[in-house]
């Protein structure tokens, strides 16, 4: 097997369907097929071998797209990298998974430092001028259009996809042929995905969500990508009309800026499929999004460790709320600290089972047995099971707050606050207390000319939920850190925590007059 395979079914069964348009021009997948095996070939010229990393440091573009296929074609590992890192950052990965040929672009090869990694051999430019370094482009002029992916067995390495290192340095996890090719055809399956439709692609391809539940889905059901270099609304509803897209695949974040568009500036006629991962998405918003356009956004809940897709809501019988139940083949439990399984209505850790999870961190094996136990992969998220056999996230292991012994989950208060109609995002994190070990905090984002005081949200607070899941510290900010699929970094609130006085400073000096006067009445810190 090899995942490389499905372009090559695409260019045998519809040589001259569209396979890939970016940017107005369009590639056929008898067009792309031929790319993918000029930059296989050209790998292997440059003495890439079976097992070799070659690392993607791109943007959405075409490139990314015949890169990694290209390396999967000859048995080479590819190593996606996120374009938000920066060189020191850069420099940890590409040492780490010892890669050989680094592909990016003229502007990200800044952050590129070559004379500090020891196993890069080459470094090839795409997209753009060259100059003295290699492109990529020439490589692949030079190459043969004739290439066959070679026989892999299910178990060896395809992809190396580092996790966003919110408790650390980044790992590498590592996604075999069998887990992706698994994946791929869970989601085909789930979605309902055929030939006839055209898939809408602005989420990172470094990231597992686009590179997996996207691209590689796409092609395997010989549908077509409209890929986008990003998401800019005003460019994403002109595709959406333009190109007649069928399936919309977003994190909540997207939804929400969407739904603050007056109706009239979006078409989703042709759209006939939603659906929402990477972090948890309120009620609210799919019943606002249902009553607007008349389609549920389904849900899916997975890592990057489980390539990523592990539980599905849903192709039979959609719940509001829930994550859904495991994808075929995948097995689910909630248990507790000491591994049993525990009962319906219960809050556990979630573990998955199945031939999605990977084969562990790159050269990581200690913190590789922490999180596979006897077949089991341990996510660290907290969630039920309810009779039926539906999972519900409740929070993250590490996010959850101690208030006094008493447990908060964050996600819990987060919903609460995003029902408020001042409300457009939330984050809920806890910080250190020295009298009840830790106490709650909301960083609140408001929407576009609403206002918001500190006691009136705390009011709200108490108004429907116990007493100490209530926040005692209330930060109004412009922005919430986020990773590049939209979920809030909370460890980087968590660190920012020390300094509020400057963001509320910050904030107040772009409030109307009447709003800066009502804040600074209302501290962050309340009494109880």
């Avoid at 009620?283 to 599905?312: D, K, M, N, R």
């Amino acid at each position: 097997m090899n995942i490389a395979e499905h372009i090559e079914r695409g260019a045998k069964f519809f040589p001259h369907k569209a396979a890939l348009i970016f940017e107005g021009k369009s590639f056929t997948y008898k067009q792309l097929n031929e790319l993918v095996n000029r930059a296989a070939n050209g790998l292997q010229g440059l003495g890439v071998k079976r097992g070799d990393r070659v690392a993607l440091f791109l943007p959405n573009i075409p490139e990314f797209v015949i890169s990694y296929l290209g390396i999967l074609k000859i048995g080479a590992i590819a190593v996606s990298i996120s374009v938000m890192l920066k060189c020191d950052e850069v420099r940890l990965i590409l040492n780490d998974c010892e890669a050989k040929v680094v592909i990016t672009t003229e502007s990200l090869s800044r952050q590129v430092p070559d004379a500090e990694l020891a196993y890069l051999e080459h470094l090839l430019i795409a997209e753009s001028e060259a100059n003295k370094r290699s492109s990529l482009e020439e490589m692949m002029a030079n190459a043969s259009p004739e290439a066959r992916a070679i026989k892999m067995d299910r178990h060896e390495p395809a992809a190396i996809l580092y996790t966003s290192g919110t408790t650390g340095f980044p790992k590498g996890a590592t996604l075999s042929h069998g887990n992706v090719i698994s994946n791929i055809y869970a989601k085909n399956r789930c979605c309902k995905m055929q030939p006839e439709d055209r898939l809408l692609l602005y989420l990172p391809l470094f990231h597992c969500f686009g590179q997996n539940a996207i691209l590689n889905s796409a092609f395997n059901a010989c549908a077509t990508i409209v890929l986008q270099r990003r998401f800019v609304p005003a460019e994403i509803l002109s595709a959406i009309a333009r190109e007649r897209i069928t399936m919309f695949f977003g994190v909540p974040t997207v939804f929400i800026k969407l739904l603050e568009l007056h109706p009239s500036e979006c078409d989703f006629s042709s759209v006939r499929y939603y659906f929402s991962a990477s972090a948890p998405m309120s009620a609210e918003i799919v019943q606002q999004w249902q009553s607007l356009h008349h389609l549920v956004i389904h849900e899916g809940y997975g890592l990057t460790e489980t390539s990523p897709f592990a539980c599905y809501n849903h192709e039979l019988k959609y719940k509001f709320g829930s994550i859904g139940m495991p994808i075929e083949n995948v097995e689910m439990q909630a248990i507790d600290r000491d591994g049993k399984e525990v009962a319906p209505g219960v809050v556990g850790e979630l573990v998955i089972r199945g031939p999605n999870v990977m084969l562990g961190y790159w050269n990581r094996p200690v913190e590789t047995a922490q999180v596979l136990k006897n077949g089991w992969f341990h996510t660290g998220d907290l969630g039920w099971m309810d009779d039926d056999g539906y999972f519900y996230i409740v929070d993250r292991l590490k996010d959850m707050i101690n208030v006094s012994g008493f447990k908060v989950y964050p996600n819990e208060v987060e919903r609460v606050l995003a029902t408020h109609p001042a409300v457009a995002e939330v984050a809920v994190y806890g910080v250190p207390d020295p009298v009840k070990g830790e106490i709650v905090k909301a960083n609140i984002l408001l929407k576009s000319g609403q206002w918001l005081v500190a006691e009136d949200a705390i009011a709200f607070c108490s108004e429907r939920i116990a007493a100490y899941k209530v926040p005692h510290l209330i930060q109004f900010v412009d922005s919430l850190p986020k990773n590049a699929t939209g979920k809030v970094l909370k460890r980087l609130l968590r660190q920012s925590h020390t300094q509020p006085s400057q963001h509320l400073v910050q904030k107040v000096k772009t409030l109307p007059v009447f709003e800066a006067a009502s804040l600074l009445q209302a501290p962050l810190l309340t009494s109880e």
